[in-house]
């Protein structure tokens, strides 16, 4: 019959004519997402943000090294009654509130909640949000980094990695920085 | 650049010659690339005598390291400053990489090469355990301030007391990079370690993040008020087991 015959002759044509239709959907719509990927970068609101940043322990504020964000003060912004228990490493109860600090692709800050001597929350006030860039760090863990004090070391060793301080700049900038951290 | 250079190497089959090379090496990476040389091919290049596309293969080398460096360093690592080119702040990790090759190549495997505070090592000390490397403490250099146990690994070390113009902040020329004095840098490649310790120096506080950002390597910045910032797998290049003096 015509029907079939036009249909055979003309099957691998209409076949080429579908993909080549819904090649040109598909790509279209992957021009979209990348278009408003690019455009209209998922914002997240602060108070949102994923508690996936938070590591499982919180021991860097728990060490005695400290951790990189340190309180902005150690008076408690709100205070609550004492608490009746002792912890081996407990902090008063209140709400305490870091610096801001720039962590390169932008700026973090965090809020962390003290009750029953132990730390029962803790909040991103600000992180990086508004660079491409941010969003992808924004999806694994931001790290806290360890802080310490300077110490001596007593071992033996084979090589050092450092130089000898031979500039005079360097020692006036340190003296002006050792004055002002006495304050 | 006059920096001093350490060697030391274990295997027994070590010759004097191949020492020897390994310290022509350096000779040769100084008459080259040393700005405080008037007739080294930099300075050619600098006062205009030499086009780049003239220069020899290990100088293009060096620019194309550095414009990736700068490429993956957000622009914080850049050899030009003022208009004219250090490359001082690749160059050496460069050449202790070809300095530790030489050893390789002349079929040594128990060594280190150190220059001006970076080094490679490979392999194991005399004692047949990993290469102790102290880093050391910027305010008092009679002092290191923490001990590495290394194996065929790097650490360079950028700091203010080292700091020369190869040394700046390109986002930012004025900005005094006096808030951190010491930044090292722990990975397997020497080239590497010493290129990213440079950025992570001129990044000043933010350095730390960054070195934390590169998978493989590691890093421990030091601040002006004595205070230290590890990443968080810097630890397992500590020594654990130290023998006291």
């Given at each position: ?6 249909r ?30 690019l ?30 964000l ?57 992180y ?7 969003q ?11 802080q310490?004090?300077?110490q ?29 951290a006495?304050? | 650049?006059?920096m ?6 274990v ?11 390994v310290?022509?090496?350096?000779q ?74 030489i ?9 280190y ?59 930012d ?28 120096f ?10 934390e ?23 397992r ?9």
């Amino acid at each position: 019959m015509s029907g079939n015959q036009s249909r055979s002759y003309a099957g691998p044509l209409r076949t080429v004519k579908k993909l080549f239709l819904s090649g040109i959907v598909i790509v279209a719509f992957a021009c979209f997402v990348a278009y408003e990927r690019l455009v209209r970068p998922d914002s997240v609101p602060a108070q949102a943000a994923p508690t996936a940043f938070i590591p499982a322990t919180v021991a860097p504020f728990a060490s005695s090294g400290g951790s990189f964000l340190p309180p902005a003060s150690s008076q408690p912004t709100s205070t609550s009654g004492s608490s009746s228990q002792v912890h081996a490493s407990s902090y008063k109860d209140g709400t305490y509130t870091g610096q801001p600090v720039d962590a390169y692709y932008g700026l973090v800050q965090v809020q962390v909640t003290v009750h029953g001597g132990s730390i029962q929350d803790v909040q991103f006030l600000q992180y990086p949000s508004d660079r491409r860039t941010s969003q992808r760090i924004n999806s694994i863990a931001m790290p806290y980094l360890q802080q310490e004090a300077l110490q001596a070391q007593s071992a033996q060793v084979d090589i050092i990695s450092g130089a000898t301080l031979t500039s005079e700049g360097f020692q006036m900038s340190l003296q002006s920085a050792l004055q002002g951290a006495r304050n | 650049m006059g920096m001093p250079i350490t060697v030391e190497v274990v295997d027994a089959s070590a010759t004097q010659s191949l020492l020897d090379s390994v310290f022509d090496h350096f000779q040769y990476v100084d008459n080259t690339f040393s700005t405080y040389k008037e007739e080294s091919e930099i300075s050619r290049l600098n006062r205009g005598e030499l086009p780049l596309d003239d220069a020899s293969e290990n100088m293009k080398a060096i620019f194309a390291l550095a414009e990736r460096t700068r490429l993956e360093t957000d622009g914080y690592f850049d050899i030009l400053n003022d208009g004219k080119y250090d490359p001082s702040g690749v160059v050496k990790g460069w050449a202790i990489g070809n300095a530790a090759d030489i050893l390789r190549d002349g079929g040594v495997s128990d060594f280190y090469v150190e220059a001006g505070g970076d080094i490679q090592a490979s392999g194991l000390n005399a004692e047949a355990q990993p290469w102790r490397v102290g880093i050391r403490n910027p305010f008092d250099p009679a002092q290191i301030v923490k001990v590495l146990s290394l194996t065929d690994c790097a650490v360079a070390t950028s700091g203010t007391y080292i700091r020369g113009p190869h040394i700046y902040n390109p986002r930012d020329p004025v900005d005094p990079l006096d808030e951190v004095v010491s930044t090292t840098v722990i990975g397997a490649d020497i080239c590497d370690a010493d290129r990213f310790a440079t950025a992570a120096f001129a990044m000043g506080r933010r350095g730390i993040f960054f070195i934390e950002s590169l998978p493989g390597f590691e890093g421990y910045v030091i601040d002006r008020y004595q205070r230290a910032t590890l990443t968080t797998g810097f630890e397992r290049y500590l020594l654990h087991d130290p023998v006291h003096r």
